[in-house]
């Protein structure tokens, strides 16, 4: 199916390259406008206290101070992606440690600071509560009072039948595991802007979901979505935390209005691991798991506690993604869930990179090894039996299209070289093996997961598209710029794409669930279509030929192959179209809805247009001294349909290994009371380049017959099973499985001596 | 307390007053308004704010203003000649060694001052030296590329 691209599939440089070596991209901390104010915000010192009072007088008296707010300054609405339950500014009491309190406006951070410490808030300390089974208890402290046992969210399905199933199995595996909060860390933290002028609210921010950003900041501040204007700095990495899930804006805005100064607020990078990013939804699962002799799946019964932390966010996705999207990857039919989203007095937890997929692969993924192991099978091969394949559909409805997972699987083992190794067994080494279904966008909001663009093509034959999804640093604009010179046969130097800007783009959904090559791409495309279409009629006259026997290439226009021929040129036709009476310049307009559902009442529908498959292997080495790890090599196989720009999506798996090992090995803060002890990069420790193990990646031929020139989503896929193979490969090194994360050394040599003691 | 310093950044001279307690970072950000350099941590641990002063690299979070009176700065403003890339810098696009940015002026800064002391380090020697650099996004495989294929070239 794939056919030669002129410009898809070219190992092109990116989009924005000059103005990132050269230091002169703006991120957020670098806008600046003319009397511009300092914003700072007093935090929460409990995880869980009543506010009995708020005294700001003395802060508002000191000298250079421009504005204090609390909560009596808003409109007291809560918001949240899924659940409205996120204050502004904490009314009546505290849930979690670092929560927003109070906030101040001062000429510079100096007085700012010594502003805030001016404040005096009287607290009646409560009762918290941090272990999510523990607030399920009914004598537990209630984070928030209407929900009962603290319960934000429960699914509970099942499909086929599974006690018959479990009656039928050969082997079933029982375990419980424990995945962690997980920071993105992105060396950016997060940050806005606002001025507010003549009614307008206009917010810059580093956010990858501008006009959800503006939908929440409109409703938190009583504005009308059309009153709120959201630019996009260059953002320094978002992985899901820059998704406007926290309070940065909301108190930057208000800030804004109450002064009527432009007022800036920077998370500080303690900020952004108390009260910032919201990171990863630590899970317990258990899991039980039948299979057949042969190691094919006969049923899965799951039981999943995920702590929400204080506010919803979205966790409440993340929690249906982590019940039931795994179910793509392998052919399930006889599956049961019970999965609960639990509030606990913690930081709330949210969107970062998997969705979901991390939490519960580390368990799903370790479960399936097990049963191999337990039957006495090839982990890989029972992957390849059990691996989805074009044409199933989910217990859960998911339709999948294009895959080519059995691929991805026989690619990794022969790039690991797992036949050889396995039967040359080196002591203390070991092999792992694991798979990801992801999607390419995921319909919730609104029955609508669709993407548009506008493209012009100006009189000089120069291509602009208009898009407001936004680049944060995954490549996207590079990506849609390809698509855009692909569809109108135009030199890529030729086209640019806009800054996304929510008063001048269409709407766009934005950044996640590895949505936009996939949704943004065909949107692009059907605009440089439109484009197109205008440009080929105005050709078809100065040629005299029919439009639709007009091709162009390289930015000429000729008759379909007679490149000899007569031709115009795309700067031609559009000069020739606007420069005459009644003319107009060429503009295309380009929509994409995909063909999925919203879950219905019993949580059945295809949530995605397409899924996107990857296969990794690890070797490691396990010292049985110190129970040190090391991973001798990693490989990632995916399969994203036809891959638009190589370099940046070999990135793509790149760091998402970097993120992985450092989620399966090394990365977490020590917790007391509620509170990380050191929240900094000296003791959340992120890999660094001499951490890095040798890679392979690869990706294997595939085309997406909905997907723009066949390609599909990407960011995501190499993120979601990283600890689970590297905890299979620990296992089949030294004999231990590892069930909660990080995998530390201590907890290797824990296992070890336990073994030992029993044999 | 202020203090009058003089400070040459990129070959120009500049003199300001600055508190004793103001960090170089922010003298280069907000007083110089050189804004490549960028702060990702505050504690001298990412390696965002990597400075050349006087041809070493310092963390100019940690660096006090003051401290650096008289000295010569090199900031990612500084490189490239007449509007040229450097090479590292056309490195790192043709490699694609970055992705959102954030961390690339210091990545670069970093591997410049290895490069002028050792002109062809190993693979090792660069992962070595960079990994006080700390970069979200790539997995470091594309910087690393970045780095060796100006070395080897
Ligand atoms: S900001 Fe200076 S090292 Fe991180
Ligand atoms: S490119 Fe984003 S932190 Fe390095």
Same mark, same amino acid.
């Given at each position: 199916m794939a056919t030669e691209f002129a410009v898809v599939g070219k190992r092109l440089p990116r989009f924005e390259g000059n103005e990132k070596v050269t230091g002169e991209a703006r991120y957020i901390a670098d806008i600046t406008l003319p009397g511009v104010i300092q914003g700072k915000i007093l935090r929460s010192p409990y995880p869980h206290a009543r506010i009995l009072n708020i005294d700001t007088s003395r802060a508002r008296r000191l000298p250079g101070?421009?504005?204090?707010?609390?909560?009596?300054? @808003?409109?007291?609405?809560?918001?949240?992606?899924?659940?409205?339950?996120?204050?502004?500014?904490?009314? !009546?009491?505290?849930?979690?440690?670092?929560?927003?309190?109070?906030?101040?406006? /001062?000429? !510079?951070?100096? @007085?700012?600071?010594?502003?805030?410490? =001016?404040?005096?808030?009287?607290?009646?300390?409560?009762? #918290?509560?941090?272990?999510?089974?523990? /607030?399920?208890?009914?004598?537990?402290?209630l984070v928030h009072e209407d929900k009962e046992r603290n319960i934000a969210m429960r699914i509970n399905v099942e499909r086929g039948d599974v006690a018959q199933a479990f009656a039928h199995a050969h082997c079933v595996v029982e375990e419980a595991f424990q995945s962690t909060l997980h920071w993105h860390a992105a060396i950016e933290t997060i940050g806005s802007v606002a001025h507010f002028s003549g &009614?307008?609210?206009?917010?810059?921010?580093?956010?990858?979901?501008?006009?959800?950003?503006?939908?929440?900041?409109?409703? /938190?501040? &009583?504005?009308?979505?059309?009153?709120?204007?959201?630019?996009?700095?260059?953002?320094?990495?978002?992985?899901?935390?820059?998704?406007?899930? !926290?309070?940065?804006?909301?108190?930057?805005?208000?800030?804004?209005?109450?002064?009527?100064?432009? %007022?800036?607020?920077?998370?500080?990078?303690? +900020?952004?691991? =108390?009260?910032?990013?919201?990171?990863?939804?630590?899970?317990?699962?258990?899991?039980?798991?039948?299979?057949?002799?042969?190691?094919?799946?006969?049923?899965?019964?799951?039981?999943?506690?995920?702590?929400?932390?204080?506010?919803?966010?979205?966790?409440?996705?993340? =929690?249906? %993604?982590? /019940?039931?999207?795994?179910d793509t990857c392998y052919k399930f039919e006889n599956v049961k869930t019970d999965a609960y989203l639990v509030y606990t007095n913690k930081i709330p937890t949210g969107a970062f990179r998997g969705f979901g997929n991390p939490s519960i692969e580390f368990a799903l993924e370790q479960a399936l090894d097990m049963g191999a192991e337990k039957l006495g099978l090839d982990p890989v091969a029972v992957a390849r039996l059990n691996a989805a394949?074009?044409?199933?559909?989910? #217990?859960?409805?998911?339709?999948?299209?294009?895959?080519?997972?059995?691929?991805?699987?026989?690619?990794?083992?022969?790039?690991?070289?797992?036949e050889e190794k396995q039967k040359h067994k080196v002591l203390g080494r070991g092999l792992g093996v694991g798979c990801t279904a992801h999607v390419s966008g995921k319909r919730h909001f609104g029955d609508y997961d669709g993407g548009s663009a506008l493209i012009k093509v100006n009189e000089d034959g120069k291509v602009y598209i208009w898009s407001g999804e936004g680049e944060i640093g995954q490549g996207t604009n590079t990506v849609l710029c390809q698509i855009a010179a692909e569809e109108l046969g135009v030199p890529i130097e030729d086209v640019e794409i806009s800054t996304a800007d929510t008063d001048l783009t269409p709407y766009c959904h934005g950044a996640y669930a590895s949505r936009l090559t996939y949704i943004a791409g065909n949107a692009v495309k059907a605009a440089a279509a439109e484009a197109k279409r205008q440009l080929l009629e105005v050709a078809g006259e100065s040629l005299e030929a029919n439009p639709q026997d007009l091709e162009i290439q390289g930015g000429r226009i000729y008759v379909q192959g007679a490149p000899e021929g007569r031709s115009t040129t795309v700067a031609e036709a559009a000069y020739s179209r606007?420069?005459?009476?009644?003319?107009?310049?060429?503009?295309?307009?380009?929509?994409?809805?995909?063909?999925?559902?919203?879950?219905?009442?019993?949580?059945?529908?295809?949530?995605?247009?397409a899924y996107n498959f990857a296969c990794q292997a690890a070797e490691v080495a396990v010292d049985?001294?110190?129970?040190? %790890?090391?991973?001798?090599?990693?490989?990632?196989?995916?399969?994203?349909?036809?891959?638009?720009?190589?370099?940046g999506a070999e990135g793509q798996l790149e760091g998402s290994i970097a993120q992985g090992l450092g989620y399966a090995?090394?990365?977490?803060?020590?917790?007391?009371e509620g509170r990380p002890l050191n929240p900094n990069f000296h003791d959340y420790k992120i890999l660094t380049m001499a951490d890095m193990p040798p890679f392979q990646r690869d990706f294997v031929p595939s085309y997406e017959p909905t997907g723009p020139f066949g390609a599909k989503g990407l960011g995501e896929l190499g993120m979601d099973p990283v600890a689970a193979v590297i905890a299979n490969a620990i296992n089949d090194a030294v004999g231990v499985r590892i069930t909660t994360l990080p995998i530390t050394p201590e907890k290797v040599l824990k296992a070890l001596r336990e073994k030992g003691k029993t044999g | 307390m202020k203090r009058l310093i003089t400070l040459t950044v990129n070959d120009q001279e500049y003199q300001l007053e600055v508190?004793?307690?103001? =960090?170089?970072?922010?003298?280069?950000?907000?007083?110089?308004?050189?804004? &490549?350099?960028?702060? &990702?941590?505050?504690?001298?641990?990412?390696?965002?704010?990597? %400075? *050349?002063?006087?041809?070493?690299?310092?963390?100019?979070? *940690?660096? *006090?203003?003051?401290?650096?009176?008289?000295?010569?700065?090199?900031?990612? +403003?500084?490189?490239?000649?007449?509007?040229? *890339?450097?090479?590292?810098?056309?490195?790192?696009?043709?490699h694609g060694g970055f992705q959102c940015g954030f961390c690339t002026p210091g990545q670069i800064i970093t591997a410049k001052a290895l490069l002028d002391i050792n002109h062809n380090p190993t693979e090792e020697e660069v992962k070595e030296w960079m990994s006080g650099n700390l970069c979200r996004c790539t997995g470091y495989y594309k910087i690393l590329e970045s780095i060796l294929a100006v070395a080897r070239a």
């Open positions: 101070v421009r504005g204090v707010v609390t909560a009596q300054d @808003t409109l007291k609405r809560r918001w949240g992606a899924f659940q409205q339950d996120q204050p502004v500014l904490a009314i !009546d009491k505290v849930r979690y440690v670092g929560e927003e309190v109070a906030a101040v406006a /001062a000429v !510079d951070e100096e @007085t700012a600071l010594e502003a805030l410490s =001016l404040i005096d808030v009287e607290y009646e300390e409560l009762p #918290p509560v941090f272990d999510p089974e523990a /607030a399920m208890e009914p004598d537990a402290p &009614g307008k609210l206009t917010l810059w921010m580093n956010t990858q979901t501008l006009f959800m950003a503006r939908h929440r900041v409109a409703w /938190a501040m &009583g504005l009308r979505e059309g009153d709120v204007r959201i630019i996009q700095s260059a953002v320094g990495g978002g992985f899901g935390g820059k998704s406007c899930d !926290d309070n940065n804006a909301m108190v930057c805005a208000l800030l804004a209005m109450k002064t009527g100064r432009p %007022v800036r607020i920077i998370n500080e990078r303690e +900020e952004e691991f =108390l009260a910032g990013s919201r990171p990863r939804v630590p899970m317990k699962v258990y899991i039980k798991m039948g299979f057949r002799r042969d190691g094919l799946i006969l049923a899965k019964e799951l039981r999943i506690i995920a702590d929400n932390g204080a506010y919803t966010g979205k966790a409440a996705g993340i =929690l249906s %993604v982590a /019940a039931l999207r795994h394949e074009p044409g199933y559909v989910s #217990p859960h409805g998911n339709r999948v299209g294009s895959c080519e997972l059995k691929k991805c699987i026989d690619e990794a083992a022969r790039l690991i070289g797992w606007l420069f005459r009476r009644g003319g107009a310049p060429i503009v295309g307009f380009g929509s994409f809805d995909p063909d999925s559902q919203l879950s219905d009442q019993n949580r059945y529908g295809n949530e995605s247009g049985t001294e110190t129970g040190q %790890v090391k991973v001798l090599s990693y490989v990632s196989v995916a399969d994203c349909g036809t891959v638009v720009n190589p370099v090995l090394a990365e977490g803060l020590t917790m007391e | 508190p004793a307690y103001r =960090l170089l970072v922010d003298v280069l950000r907000e007083d110089l308004e050189l804004t &490549g350099t960028k702060e &990702g941590c505050g504690i001298g641990v990412c390696g965002a704010c990597t %400075v *050349l002063l006087d041809g070493k690299l310092v963390s100019s979070c *940690l660096t *006090l203003a003051a401290k650096a009176d008289g000295s010569r700065i090199t900031t990612i +403003e500084g490189l490239g000649k007449n509007g040229a *890339l450097h090479p590292l810098q056309r490195s790192f696009i043709e």
